[in-house]
Structures are given as C-alpha cells and as structure tokens.
C-alpha cells in the first residue's frame, strides 16, 4: 500500500512538473515571442522525429517551417534558426561560443571544432595555425603530389583495363592519406588497397550515421564504451572500432615524442632534414597551452577529429564536382582549356590563379554544404534582427520584411549551410552547378556568402590543404582522362540526409565512372 502511494505521488509529481515546464516554454521562456511550431518550442522530441524517425531531415524541415513562419523560428526549445545570409556576420563573427547540445553528436570533446567556449577555442586554435598556414602547406606540398600521383596511376589502370572506377572510394583513400600523412609522423596508404578504401568509406558512413542518437542519448555510448572492451567492440559499427584505432596510433605517436622531449633525444639539429615534423612535437612544447591541454586524452581527440573533417571534406567536394564535370561537357571542355595554358606539373600556386578552375572548386565545395549540421552560436550580448534584403521567401525570391525581434544573450542561434547555400537572393537557381556565379566582381561578393569552411575566429584550419589537394587532383585527373559516369546519377551526389556532412540516397555505392586515356598536350 505504501509503495503505491509513492507511486501515485511520484506520477502526480512528474505530471505536475510536465505541465509547469509546458506553461513555462511555450508563454514564459526568453524566446517564447519567436515564431515557430508550438511542439518544436515544447519538447526536442519533435527534432528526434526528424533527425531519427525521418532519417537526417530536420535541416530541410527547418525550410519548410521558415516558407510558414517566417525568416526567424524557434526550432527547439531553446534554439533559433535564422534565415538570411545577411545576418551571417552577426551571427558568425566576433566573440562567440558555440552551442553544447550539438556538439556532443561527435563526442571528441577536445576536439578545436567542437570546443564551445570562444576562449578556449582561441587557445587551441593558435596552437596549430602555424601548422595550416598556406606557408607549410606549401612547404610540405610533395605529400600532397605523391598521393595524386598514385591517384592517377590507379585511375589509369583502370583505363588500360577498361574497368569501372569507384571515384569516392578513391577521393576518400586520398584524402585520408594526405590529411594523416600532413599531420602525424606515421603513413597511411589506403590507395594501397582499393576495396578497402571502399570499406573504409562505408565505415566511415556508419559512425556519421550514429550522430543523432549520439546527440539525443549520449548515455548510449557512455554505457557503451564503459563495458569492458571484450563486450563492447563487438556492439559498436566498424567505424567506431575504426576511430578506436585512429586513437590508439595517435596515443602511440604522442607517448613517443613526450618520451623523445623529455630524455632529450628530439634535438631538431640532429634530425633527418628529410623527416617531417608531425604538429604534436609543436603543440607539445607550446607553453602558451596550459598542462591539462597537452594531455593524451585531449591530443588524440584533437588528432581524430582533424583527420575525420580533413579526410570528409575533401572527398565529397571531389565527388560533387567530378559528378557536375562529367555531367555537363561544356563545363568540363571550358576548364580543360584552361587547364591547357598552365604545364602539365603546374604546381599549386600556378593552379590557384586559374579563374575558371577556382570557380568550379567553389561551386562544389558550395554544394557539397560543408558540415551541414546547426552549428549554433551564442552571443554574450543581446542581439536585434530585423529582416535584410537578402531574406528572401524560400522558393520564392520574394523579399521578407517581417518585424524585429530582440534575441536574448547567449541564445543559440544559427543559420544552416544549407539556408546558406541555396539563398536565392544570393545564389539563384541554387541546385544548379553553376562555376561562372563565382567570375568576376559578383563572384567575390559572392564569396561573403560562402560557409563550407565556416566563418569568422572559427573558420576551418583546413581550407589551404582541401584547396591544394583539390586543385592538384582536378588538374591531374581532368588533364590525363576521359571519363563516363558509370550507373551513377544526380541523386548519388544530391543533399538527402543530413549526418553532420551532406549525405546522399540511402544506398548509393558513389560516384563511378569509366575511363579511357586523353591525348594531352605537352606545354
């Protein structure tokens, strides 16, 4: 009798709290003035519905909801997204924090891309800036070089044999190669083996794949990962045993140059001069980093998450943009001609004064959306929007003059890489692979709008490698090749599902193509 008194006493409690926290959300919360659906601003299970039910599509309910509401909506409880690309520098710039709630989607915490405090985040950045500088990227651009060399002689293979080739195995290969061989002392060769370059992308898929739950439930892979080993490796997707592993030679590297550091034995003047530095025997010695950032748990998170985004990245840019060349030959006849005025080793920096070449890499690094998850900032002071020029109807074009609204500090807000991209004020006929948008006076206006790498103190440290890597990739594999899609369609490379990088039709195998030899010239 008594256990079902407190029974019923703990139910009316619970429910008492329920209806309390409703009243509360829905009239008396800081942003309970700002449009949106009523179910979205009263629970984040309506965002679990289209994140996990509807697989990866909240981000494209986010512009239905705006066509209904309006360019500014509540789309949790505690969360705005705002549609207009001119708030973006309000947004994006100046000192602001990032928004928790998402970042544990990855759970590399001590990753700089998911370090939410701007403070913090300013302090691991400035560590490795040097490391990404356009300077050492020149300087290490041979890594780069030797791994689209081996590129070119597997696609060409595949032309001697007339075989189909799978293109995003491939550019996922590569671009694990280039960004794990820039960083750390130990090699990767996954264009060694390409059906393992195939499994490796699909594993790759499968740990994107987990990103919602990981963010809705963490206590899934908390409980997970505190099983004892034996029990909970084989529970967890090959992807996740894949990032294990990634841990586990990042750990051994690090352990080896803090044991090199401390006994003396890593004397710059008696290296190699061949030997390149790997980034933690700098960021190990930095004494702007307190201890408890130069520790193993924070490095070979720091490790792991640059090499998920610099492998990711890359890869689909790639893919995007070899789908849209051998999709429309007046594109890719117009960049061949181009290509034809540089020599055939143009380096880098001869590569990236090519106007054409510059515009096809931006529209596909605009198409492939970058990380298309919210990623949502707070300001430390209160904010005002009133609706600009640019915030345009979705789908319509139509300017949107709603009224202002006051934002109070630190509320989440974000504006979406895909709100971005497909801005039709800005980008008309956004779907559309368009290289010539980036040409000339309206081109660079147009690169304001331009949020694949992100913007502001937290743009991607990455943006010179993916450019180096793209523009030597294109160059080689456009100058050497015909090539014909292979059983692949516009919907292989289509923004379907949003898994923090644009993912396309649930079972597409990827961008193939088969090949034949181009007769080239020989500048």
Same mark, same amino acid.
């Given at each position: 009798?008594?256990?079902?008194?407190?029974?019923?006493?703990?139910?009316?409690?619970?429910?008492?709290?329920?209806?309390?926290?409703?009243?509360?959300?829905?009239?008396?919360?800081?942003?309970?003035?700002?449009?949106?659906?009523?179910?979205?601003?009263?629970?984040?299970?309506?965002?679990?519905?289209?994140?996990?039910?509807?697989?990866?599509?909240?981000?494209?309910?986010?512009?239905?909801?705006?066509?209904?509401?309006?360019?500014?909506?509540?789309?949790?409880?505690?969360?705005?997204?705002?549609?207009?690309?001119?708030?973006?520098?309000?947004?994006?710039?100046?000192?602001?924090?990032?928004?928790?709630?998402?970042?544990?989607?990855?759970?590399?915490?001590?990753?700089?891309?998911?370090?939410?405090?701007?403070?913090?985040?300013?302090?691991?950045?400035?560590?490795?800036?040097?490391?990404?500088?356009?300077?050492?990227?020149?300087?290490?651009?041979?890594?780069?070089?030797?791994?689209?060399?081996?590129?070119?002689?597997?696609?060409?293979?595949?032309?001697?044999?007339?075989?189909?080739?799978?293109?995003?195995?491939?550019?996922?290969?590569?671009?694990?190669?280039?960004?794990?061989?820039?960083?750390?002392?130990?090699?990767?060769?996954?264009?060694?083996?390409?059906?393992?370059?195939?499994?490796?992308?699909?594993?790759?898929?499968?740990?994107?794949?987990?990103?919602?739950?990981?963010?809705?439930?963490?206590?899934?892979?908390?409980?997970?990962?505190?099983?004892?080993?034996?029990?909970?490796?084989?529970?967890?997707?090959?992807?996740?045993?894949?990032?294990?592993?990634?841990?586990?030679?990042?750990?051994?590297?690090?352990?080896?140059?803090?044991?090199?550091?401390?006994?003396?034995?890593?004397?710059?003047?008696?290296?190699?001069?061949?030997?390149?530095?790997?980034?933690?025997?700098?960021?190990?010695?930095?004494?702007?980093?307190?201890?408890?950032?130069?520790?193993?748990?924070?490095?070979?998170?720091?490790?792991?998450?640059?090499?998920?985004?610099?492998?990711?990245?890359?890869?689909?840019?790639?893919?995007?943009?070899?789908?849209?060349?051998?999709?429309?030959?007046?594109?890719?006849?117009?960049?061949?001609? +181009? #290509?034809?005025? @540089?020599?055939?080793?143009?380096?880098? &920096?001869?590569?990236?004064? *090519?106007?054409?070449?510059? =515009?096809?890499?931006?529209?596909?690094?605009?198409?492939?959306?970058?990380?298309?998850?919210?990623?949502?900032?707070?300001?430390?002071?209160?904010?005002?929007?009133?609706?600009?020029?640019?915030?345009?109807?979705?789908?319509?074009?139509?300017?949107?003059?709603?009224?202002?609204?006051?934002?109070?500090?630190?509320?989440?807000?974000?504006?979406?890489?895909?709100?971005?991209h497909t801005a039709p004020s800005v980008f008309p006929d956004p779907f559309t692979f368009d290289p010539?948008?980036?040409?000339?006076?309206?081109?660079?206006?147009?690169?304001?709008?331009?949020?694949?790498?992100?913007?502001?103190?937290?743009?991607?440290?990455?943006?010179?490698?993916?450019?180096? +890597? #793209?523009?030597? @990739?294109?160059?080689?594999?456009?100058? &050497?090749?015909?090539?014909? *899609?292979?059983?692949?369609? =516009?919907?292989?490379?289509?923004?379907?599902?949003?898994?923090?990088?644009?993912?396309?039709?649930?079972?597409?195998?990827?961008?193939?193509?088969?090949?034949?030899?181009?007769?080239?010239?020989?500048?």
């Amino acid at each position: 009798m008594a256990f079902l008194q407190v029974l019923t006493t703990s139910a009316a409690v619970a429910l008492l709290w329920v209806v309390a926290e409703s009243i509360r959300r829905l009239f008396f919360h800081s942003i309970s003035h700002i449009p949106g659906p009523r179910l979205a601003a009263l629970t984040w299970w309506y965002e679990f519905y289209y994140d996990v039910v509807l697989p990866g599509k909240y981000i494209f309910k986010i512009q239905d909801l705006h066509r209904e509401y309006g360019p500014i909506i509540r789309i949790t409880p505690d969360e705005i997204h705002i549609n207009d690309v001119g708030f973006l520098d309000t947004v994006y710039t100046g000192l602001r924090d990032k928004y928790e709630y998402p970042l544990r989607a990855l759970r590399v915490p001590g990753g700089v891309g998911a370090t939410a405090d701007a403070k913090l985040h300013k302090l691991r950045r400035e560590a490795l800036v040097p490391f990404f500088s356009k300077r050492n990227v020149l300087s290490l651009q041979h890594l780069v070089t030797e791994k689209v060399n081996q590129l070119s002689e597997i696609v060409a293979n595949h032309a001697k044999d007339a075989s189909q080739v799978n293109l995003s195995d491939l550019f996922f290969a590569f671009s694990n190669d280039v960004v794990t061989n820039f960083l750390f002392a130990h090699k990767t060769n996954g264009l060694e083996d390409e059906k393992q370059a195939g499994i490796s992308r699909n594993n790759s898929k499968q740990l994107l794949l987990g990103v919602h739950i990981n963010k809705h439930f963490p206590w899934i892979p908390d409980f997970l990962e505190a099983l004892p080993t034996s029990i909970s490796r084989p529970l967890m997707p090959p992807g996740l045993i894949d990032m294990f592993n990634l841990f586990d030679r990042v750990r051994g590297e690090i352990s080896g140059i803090m044991k090199a550091q401390s006994s003396g034995d890593d004397k710059k003047s008696d290296r190699n001069p061949n030997r390149k530095e790997a980034v933690y025997e700098s960021v190990l010695v930095n004494e702007t980093l307190p201890p408890q950032e130069r520790t193993l748990t924070r490095l070979e998170q720091e490790g792991a998450l640059l090499t998920l985004a610099g492998t990711e990245s890359p890869a689909l840019s790639l893919g995007i943009i070899f789908y849209h060349l051998l999709a429309n030959p007046a594109i890719l006849n117009r960049l061949r001609t +181009e #290509l034809e005025t @540089v020599p055939v080793d143009a380096s880098w &920096s001869q590569l990236e004064k *090519l106007p054409y070449l510059m =515009a096809v890499i931006e529209e596909g690094d605009r198409l492939s959306f970058g990380v298309t998850a919210r990623s949502g900032r707070r300001a430390h002071e209160e904010l005002n929007f009133t609706p600009s020029p640019y915030a345009t109807t979705p789908g319509t074009g139509t300017p949107n003059t709603e009224k202002s609204y006051k934002i109070p500090a630190r509320t989440p807000l974000s504006i979406s890489t895909l709100s971005a991209h497909t801005a039709p004020s800005v980008f008309p006929d956004p779907f559309t692979f368009d290289p010539e948008r980036w040409l000339g006076e309206a081109g660079r206006e147009r690169k304001r709008f331009q949020m694949a790498f992100t913007k502001g103190s937290r743009k991607c440290l990455g943006i010179e490698l993916a450019n180096a +890597e #793209l523009c030597l @990739v294109i160059a080689a594999l456009v100058r &050497s090749f015909e090539m014909t *899609l292979y059983e692949t369609d =516009a919907r292989d490379v289509a923004f379907e599902h949003d898994y923090q990088i644009a993912m396309p039709k649930m079972g597409s195998q990827g961008v193939r193509a088969t090949v034949k030899f181009r007769a080239q010239n020989s500048f």
